[in-house]
């Protein structure tokens, strides 16, 4: 546990924790600093801080796994946060979880204590550790690796992950609905109670190994989660392709492309009377699969228009979403003086909260003629513009993560065409 009065001793060890984790990602992680936006000059200089904790938080659960075992791993993880202040803030205590998770990340055979002890005893020596100590030191070593020997015998026994395997995917086919299969080998670990979470969907497991298949009616990006006890074990972003552009109102009726697509324009005129219910009719465009692009260094254009002749009706909104492996973008475009209906949030960045009232108003625009819709991200930095107007650019935490789905709502009616895909230093691709 951290300690609430560390001494100047506890310090010491946590910045000589800290060196050494600073040594380890300089000759480990030597590309990674160039992806995240930076040759290393030190933890701070980092470009994409959001995006690079994440993906230490990843290599950490990684590790953990392999050592520990899924089960045992899931209680030893530690937050992001906990991740960023140690790399940022290593002159404070920290609890033992977090020290340990960086020596697990480094390889180190040591517990935090017994870490903290050699640093206390080398701090104690002008030359480095007594022949005494050393040999202390040693032959606590010793014990530690019979220890952890003992320790994976017995991981191996109860909770063996050779044999483990949970994957998901979507049988080829044409239109909807389309087949989930997933297939699951939890091996020989010990557990109560396994379940998988499909979206909304509950699934009980009652054999340790086998081959569950499931139908979806819709694109979309799905979320599937295999918990075992009360812990979560493995998550898997699967996308269910649209092939192509898919229509629907309200995300409920599908629309036949040939209703909606006339010459590169899509657009819906028939009666919304078809919904049978109160619901404000809201037109869907949605554009789903594996793009291959990375959705936190991509531009998305598109020209869209919503109007009461065109059957647009109050508020005429225009909501776009980007969907990401890691996160969403999804904002809206209205008229003027609906612009309390306004929301906008990009990846763990909420900017529909009230003390964002100022940036929000810029959303509401006029769309009663064509206009060029622009949104781009880079470097954990996000733009929309209009008609080459920038409406709002600010930076954002977390991070998008590989691109999945694009997808407009069109309140009323209202129509999109040209949409293009542009990722950093790609060609644009037209949807």
């Known amino acids: 546990m951290a300690r609430l009065r560390p001494s100047k001793e506890d310090i010491n060890a946590v910045l000589q924790l800290h060196a050494h984790v600073t040594s380890w990602f300089q000759k480990n992680w030597a590309g990674a600093w160039l992806q995240h936006g930076s040759h290393f000059e030190g933890f701070e200089k980092i470009h994409n801080k959001s995006s690079f904790f994440e993906d230490v938080k990843e290599e950490i659960d990684e590790r953990l796994t392999q050592k520990y075992g899924l089960l045992t791993a899931a209680k030893k993880t530690i937050s992001t946060d906990s991740i960023r202040r140690f790399l940022l803030q290593s002159k404070m205590s920290f609890d033992d979880k977090v020290m340990e998770a960086f020596l697990v990340l480094t390889g180190a055979e040591s517990t935090w204590d017994e870490y903290r002890e050699g640093a206390l005893s080398t701090a104690l020596t002008p030359g480095g550790m007594s022949w005494f100590t050393s040999r202390r030191v040693m032959a606590a070593a010793l014990v530690v690796l019979l220890c952890l020997a003992a320790s994976s015998w017995y991981l191996q026994k109860h909770e063996n992950t050779d044999d483990f395997h949970f994957s998901a995917d979507v049988l080829p086919s044409e239109g909807f609905p389309k087949n989930i299969r997933i297939d699951y080998n939890l091996g020989n670990m010990k557990y109560k109670t396994a379940r998988i979470f499909i979206d909304n969907e509950k699934v009980s497991l009652g054999d340790a190994s086998g081959e569950?298949?499931?139908?979806?009616?819709?694109?979309?990006?799905?979320?599937?989660?295999?918990?075992?006890?009360?812990?979560?074990?493995?998550?898997?972003?699967?996308?269910?392709?649209?092939?192509?552009?898919?229509?629907?109102?309200?995300?409920?009726?599908?629309?036949?492309?040939?209703?909606?697509?006339?010459?590169?324009?899509?657009?819906?005129?028939?009666?919304?009377?078809?919904?049978?219910?109160?619901?404000?009719?809201?037109?869907?465009?949605?554009?789903?699969?594996?793009?291959?692009?990375?959705?936190?260094?991509?531009?998305?254009?598109?020209?869209?228009?919503?109007?009461?002749?065109?059957?647009?009706?109050?508020?005429?909104?225009?909501?776009?979403?980007?969907?990401?492996?890691?996160?969403?973008?999804?904002?809206?475009?209205?008229?003027?003086?609906?612009?309390?209906?306004?929301?906008?949030?990009?990846?763990?960045?909420?900017?529909?909260?009230?003390?964002?009232?100022?940036?929000?108003?810029?959303?509401?625009?006029?769309?009663?003629?064509?206009?060029?819709?622009?949104?781009?991200?880079?470097?954990?930095?996000?733009?929309?513009?209009?008609?080459?107007?920038?409406?709002?650019?600010?930076?954002?935490?977390?991070?998008?993560?590989?691109?999945?789905?694009?997808?407009?709502?069109?309140?009323?009616?209202?129509?999109?065409?040209?949409?293009?895909?542009?990722?950093?230093?790609?060609?644009?691709?037209?949807?």
Do not use: C
Not at 275 to 291: D, R, V
Not at 408 to 415: H, I, N, V
Not at 421 to 426: D, I, V
């Open 212 to 431: 569950i298949s499931l139908r979806t009616f819709i694109p979309k990006k799905s979320r599937i989660k295999l918990f075992l006890d009360d812990n979560l074990v493995r998550e898997v972003v699967l996308v269910i392709p649209s092939d192509g552009w898919y229509g629907s109102i309200n995300n409920k009726i599908p629309l036949h492309r040939e209703s909606f697509m006339k010459n590169g324009i899509m657009q819906f005129t028939g009666s919304h009377n078809t919904t049978g219910t109160h619901e404000e009719p809201y037109i869907s465009f949605m554009y789903f699969k594996a793009f291959d692009m990375d959705a936190d260094h991509l531009t998305l254009t598109a020209e869209v228009i919503n109007n009461a002749d065109i059957g647009g009706i109050w508020a005429y909104d225009v909501s776009v979403d980007l969907l990401g492996a890691r996160g969403n973008m999804t904002f809206n475009l209205l008229s003027p003086d609906a612009v309390i209906y306004s929301r906008l949030k990009v990846a763990e960045t909420d900017l529909s909260l009230s003390d964002h009232s100022y940036l929000l108003s810029q959303l509401g625009v006029k769309l009663s003629d064509w206009s060029k819709l622009e949104v781009a991200t880079q470097n954990n930095t996000f733009r929309i513009s209009l008609n080459g107007k920038v409406l709002i650019e600010e930076p954002y935490t977390g991070k998008l993560g590989d691109l999945l789905g694009v997808q407009f709502y069109l309140k009323g009616s209202g129509a999109v065409k040209d949409v293009r895909l542009k990722p950093q230093n790609g060609n644009a691709v037209t949807l």
